[in-house]
């Protein structure tokens, strides 16, 4: 990992002298020459420096978290609400059930989903709670028992683990879902988390999980299902948010660095926009000619 | 030669496609690994299908549950394969020149075919299979979810909190203002439709993009620079 | 009634599949194995004859072909896509299975560099680019102040006040999912905005896609009642 | 135990197959009852409309119909009427699917109006490249060249032999292969890929204007790029293309459709105030007893 992130980084200084170099003899707009498009697209040049600067800041945040370094992060309300759900569930000692999206291991939400699940488990471990995570790819059981497997060992009690409560129940996106609204229906779970990258079923489990009166929540990045969960939902972990819920959780250099890094972008960005709208309100229109990507 | 070596092709092909934006020199190179991850691609889907066909296969040696449906499955999938695939390889491999068609006759007042046996263009079975098994099917799937949108709408879209409250809204002023009916019940009615639609609603999607956008660029840089190496599997 | 016997088999597989709404059941579930397995035979056919026979076996036989009679051409190159492509299927066999993170890293690299560009162009910004705008747009105020009637003053407030509520709506909602600084005060009351403009959207998104489930649903009972009843409806 | 329970508390929760019903009742009844109302066109459909209303006749357009049966009810009214405008301004017409199965609903549109209603030859004045897997591999490389991408028709034919492709230039090398040689480029999208991809890597990479018709599920997103102007018009959903035939005079299912769609909506709108009045009456009900 070192060497390359080493080379990776002399590549960045060196891009970006080469970039003082070319902004310096830079010439404004060339118009597209389609026959010879020469050595450099120049016209490109302020999308080149968007994305050096954000791989910069994001880069240097990542060796920054790896160095030791900790960043802030503001609680996420979402989390806290999965810590409620989970402690009410045990208190009424029922079963918490939790959906770690329908799609296979190669979607990064998956993956997110659990580092959450991770979390969860610590949490009903310490009071025997059954945590029942339906599965929809059989790629993801293996990686689903593992890691309720690992978080049940790492608060020490492992016999409460129960390899029967992952359940595969179908590839079939209908079938998957019929299944766990079978479960919502027979096992009455008192909180339902469903985590992870979802589609047309999200509106029928959370319906199902509304009639069962359990406390829900809902976490994904799949922006076009976020409606239906919101609507049905006791909160809902919206985009970016269920990213940053996991970064949070994992406290891994990787993770919290990108995220501190992004942040850092988007402070850069409202200032860029608050001066730009300035400069275009009072009729100065150079800034944003210059942003037009081309 | 297990982690390093895809790690590279990986890196190595990450870049020349960011670099063919900015130096149009590097195109010659990027457009034919353009080509070989069209032909990659197209594979990893044959993949996915040879999948589907093992693991059903595998459920019905072993007589596992729903084995019995299994079996339609793989009928279906030998049937299309036989008319799309194998007939149309036989007749390249040997150069077979006549078109083989069955059909052409009528019954109960319809006539049907001839319908060709080889091939996947309008007027081979392939085709009609797709239009009257592939087409009904998946549309009908999808049309299942106005019924559940229907019954989500009544049994669990609860109004609870202010944000609750603008979403109904938003959602009501929508779906009137947008078809006809609307401008029926009050002509402003779609102008406020579109104002929500190209004003507010543009705000937050905007937010979104933008935000979906950093975090892309992130992973990709992450992947190329070979920092991130979760695709590449355990081992 | 319908005659044609094509119809009559697209409305029993119809009807089979909207059994679902009743309940889970093994018509549906027989439908629906028999659907994955026609598409997955369809897809695979479709593959072989739009891709893999123009783009990789005509290309590797004339550069094989080109072999023999001495002339090397581009084309040779597609060789190696086929042995990359080929490594593939060492997923099917365990033992070998590891082979098959070449081509995957080929096509990990591809999407991803195209991601970096597609996102950072089309998406970052182009987005902000437009988002530089004046806080009112010129000629709604005239426009605003020259409207008669209810109706015509009110959707010439909002135009006048358009860019304002876009920008308005950008910068809390962007700043909604800043997490560096806690939710509190005066931040704590530009987040709460930033939340009312993602439910606006949210909303605009339900009934969206309360049109296009609708549309589908309609054209199904379409195809029941006309093609196949053989009912006159609109 | 359920007999106990109050009416209220019971139709709140009702069993969902009697929500179906209803749905099921409302909009088969206007199947029935053919109500015109008059459409309202809005201006990013005017803008679709603008965009292909300027072009030449003997202009090219890369018709991309990036969909499946899934989407086919929303999707081929756009399509046909599309597909209408382009064949009466003659303008010259390549088409293809990123979609593995959308190539037999873009042949059967094709068929249908461009040599059905408009009498057009295959090969000269339109063609059907079919389907290639690939994604944005396949947008960005298209901007290189087409034949590179599709060396052969969805029938097999090289493109070499199909006269539209086959045209040289002054300078001896293809007339037409590249998005430079493309006037516009008509999406017609259901999802991935589609029109999100094309504005990404295609409209500033290779400088071509877009326009979209989407299914309503993915429209409310793309709102961001008219505004911008990477789509120079969108249609949205069946309203979408009921508004679209409107502007070109040839009303289709779109048109037809709107009726029964408008009761639709209607009936979700009354759902949801009905399930939120029976919500709060049973929430105040129930506190009183508590």
Redesign the interface.
């Known amino acids: 990992m070192r060497p390359v992130t080493a080379g990776a980084f002399r590549l960045l200084v060196r891009g970006t002298a080469s970039l003082v170099l070319l902004a310096a003899g830079a010439v404004p707009a060339v118009a597209k020459e389609v026959e010879d498009p020469g050595f450099f697209h120049l016209e ?1 040049l ?2 080149l420096f ?2 050096v600067l954000f791989a910069f800041l994001f880069f240097l945040c990542i060796r920054l978290a790896a160095g030791g370094r900790k ?6 309300a979402g989390l806290e609400a999965v810590e409620e759900a989970v402690g009410r569930s045990t208190e009424m000692g029922k079963a918490v059930l939790y959906v770690p999206g329908i799609d296979d291991v190669n979607n990064i939400q998956t993956i997110y989903s659990m580092i959450i699940l991770n979390h969860v488990a610590k949490m009903v471990a310490r009071y025997e709670t059954p945590l029942i995570v339906p599965i929809c790819r059989p790629f993801v059981v293996p990686l689903a028992e593992e890691t309720v497997k690992q978080a049940y060992l790492d608060v020490g009690s492992p016999d409460a683990f129960n390899a029967n409560n992952i359940r595969y129940l179908s590839e ?1 996106q ?2 998957f879902t ?1 299944g766990v609204d079978g479960i919502m229906l027979r096992e009455k779970p008192a909180a339902n988390l469903y985590l992870g990258s979802f589609f047309a079923e999200s509106l029928i489990l959370a319906e199902t999980g509304f009639q069962t009166g359990a406390i829900q929540i809902a976490g994904t990045a799949n ?2 299902q ?3 969960f ?2 049905a939902c006791d909160y809902t972990l ?4 269920f990213f ?1 819920a996991s970064a949070y959780l994992s406290e891994e250099p990787k993770l919290i660095g990108t ?2 890094g992004t ?1 850092l972008m ?2 850069y ?2 200032v ?3 001066v ?2 300035l ?3 009072f ?1 100065v229109t150079g ?2 000619t210059w ?3 081309r | 030669m ?2 390093e ?14 670099l063919e ?1 900015f130096f149009p020199q590097a195109e010659k190179w990027s457009s ?16 996915g ?6 693991i059903n296969m595998l459920k019905v040696s072993r007589r596992d549950r ?1 084995w019995r ?2 079996i ?10 036989l ?3 194998v007939f ?2 036989v007749r ?1 491999l040997f150069h077979i020149d006549s078109s083989w068609a069955i059909g052409g006759g009528e ?4 006539t ?1 075919g001839p319908y060709r046996l080889s ?2 263009a309008a007027g081979t079975v ?1 085709n ?20 559940f ?1 229907a019954s989500a ?1 009544y049994r669990s879209f609860r109004i609870r909190s ?3 409250g ?10 009137i203002g ?2 006809p009916l609307g401008r029926e019940i009050w ?2 009615l779609p ?2 439709s579109d ?20 975090g ?2 992130a ?3 992450k ?2 620079m070979g920092i991130e190496r979760n ?3 355990g ?1 | 009634m319908s ?5 009559w ?3 029993i ?2 009807l089979a ?2 059994s ?3 309940k ?1 059941n093994p018509v549906y ?28 076996f ?2 590797v036989g004339a550069g094989v072909g080109g072999l023999f009679t001495g002339k090397f051409t581009w084309d040779l ?2 060789v ?3 042995i ?2 080929m490594m ?2 060492t ?2 066999i365990p033992r070998f299975s ?1 082979t098959s ?36 747009e010129p000629g709604t105020a005239g426009a605003f102040a020259a409207a008669h009637g209810f ?1 015509a003053r ?2 010439a407030a ?2 006048l006040l ?1 860019n304002g ?7 809390s ?11 509190i005060g005066f931040s704590g009351r530009v987040a709460k905005v ?30 029941l ?1 006309s093609d196949w009843i053989g ?1 006159r ?2 | 135990m359920a007999g106990s329970e109050p009416i209220l508390e019971r139709l709140e929760h009702a069993d969902r ?1 009697w929500i ?1 019903l209803i ?2 009742v409302a ?2 009844v206007p ?2 009852l ?1 109500v015109d109302l008059p459409i309202r066109v809005s201006p990013e459909v005017k803008g679709f409309y603008a965009a292909l209303e300027a072009l030449e006749p003997g202009d090219i357009v890369y018709f991309a119909a990036d969909y499946d049966p ?5 999707l081929d009214p756009m399509i046909k009427a599309a597909l209408d405008h382009l064949c009466r301004k003659d303008v010259r017409i390549i088409a293809a699917t990123l979609w ?2 959308g ?1 037999p609903l873009l042949e059967a549109a094709l068929d249908s109006i461009a040599m059905g209603r408009y009498h057009k030859t295959y090969g000269t004045d339109f063609v059907n490249l ?4 690939g ?3 396949v947008m ?1 490389q298209l901007g290189k060249s087409f034949r590179a ?4 028709d ?1 029938y ?1 034919t090289p493109v070499g032999e199909l006269p539209l492709l086959a045209a040289k230039n002054a300078a001896g090398g293809w007339a037409v292969d590249t998005f430079r040689d493309v006037k516009l480029l008509v999406n017609i999208s259901a999802g991935y890929p589609g029109t ?2 094309w ?3 295609v ?3 290779y400088d071509i204007p877009i326009v979209s018709g989407c ?3 993915s ?2 997103e793309d709102y ?2 008219i ?4 789509l120079s018009g969108l249609l ?4 979408g293309a009921a508004e679209y035939e409107k502007m070109i005079g040839v009303p289709g ?1 779109g048109t ?2 709107m ?3 408008s009761l ?2 209607v009936t ?1 709108v009354v759902l949801i105030l009905i399930g939120n009045v029976l919500y709060f009456l049973n929430r105040r009900r129930r506190k009183e007893a508590a």
């Open positions: 490109r302020n999308i968007h994305l960043f802030f992060i503001r609680k996420i079939e209908f079938a019929a922006v076009h976020l409606p239906f919101v609507v919206m985009g970016e948010e940053a995220l501190k942040d988007k402070i960005l409202l860029l926009l608050i730009g709208v400069l275009e309100t009729g800034l944003s942003m037009e990507p | 297990r982690r070596v895809p790690l590279l092709i990986t890196m190595i092909v990450g870049w020349f496609m960011v934006f034919e690994l353009q080509n070989w991850a069209i032909i990659m691609t197209a594979l990893a889907s044959v993949l299908v040879a999948n589907v066909a093992r729903d449906y299994s339609v499955l793989l009928a279906g999938m030998a049937f299309m394969v008319l799309g695939t149309p390889m390249s019954f109960m007042g319809v049907y091939g996947v392939f009609q299979f797709y239009d009257f098994m592939f087409v009904p099917m998946q549309a009908t799937m999808f049309a299942l979810l106005a019924f949108i709408a202010v944000e609750a603008l979403l109904a809204i938003a959602a009501v002023v929508i779906m947008r078809v002509h402003g102008e406020i104002w929500i639609m190209s004003v507010p609603n543009l705000a937050a999607k905007r937010a979104i993009l933008i935000g979906a956008a950093l892309a660029i992973t990709g840089l992947v190329i695709f590449l599997g081992d | 005659h044609d016997l094509w119809i088999m697209a409305a597989l119809t599949i909207m679902y709404l009743y889970d579930k027989t439908a629906e194995y028999l659907f994955v397995g026609v598409a997955s035979g369809y897809f695979l056919s479709i593959y072989y004859n739009n891709v893999m026979v123009p783009n990789l005509e290309p190159w597609r190696g896509a086929l990359l492509g593939l299927f997923r099917l590891w993170r070449w081509p995957m890293g080929l096509l990990v690299g591809a999407y991803s560099g195209l991601a970096i560009i597609g996102f950072a162009q089309g998406d970052f910004m182009s987005q902000i680019q437009d988002s530089l705008i004046p806080l009112v109706t009110l959707i909002l135009d358009a509520v876009l920008l308005l709506g950008l910068l909602t962007l700043y909604y999912f800043f997490f560096s600084q806690e939710h930033g939340i009312w403009f993602l439910m606006i959207s949210f909303g605009a998104s339900y009934g969206f896609t309360v049109m296009a489930r609708v549309s589908l649903a309609l054209d199904r009972l379409r195809f009642l009912l409806i609109i | 197959r179906f749905m099921l909009i088969t199947l029935f053919r899934g989407s086919k009810p929303e593995p199965a190539p079919g389907f290639k897997e994604k944005e591999n960005v991408v599709y060396p052969n969805y097999g999100k991809e504005v990404q890597q409209r500033t990479r299914t309503a599920v429209a409310p961001a790029y505004r911008s102007n990477q949205g959903g069946l309203s299912w037809v459709g009726s029964a769609q639709g909506h979700i």
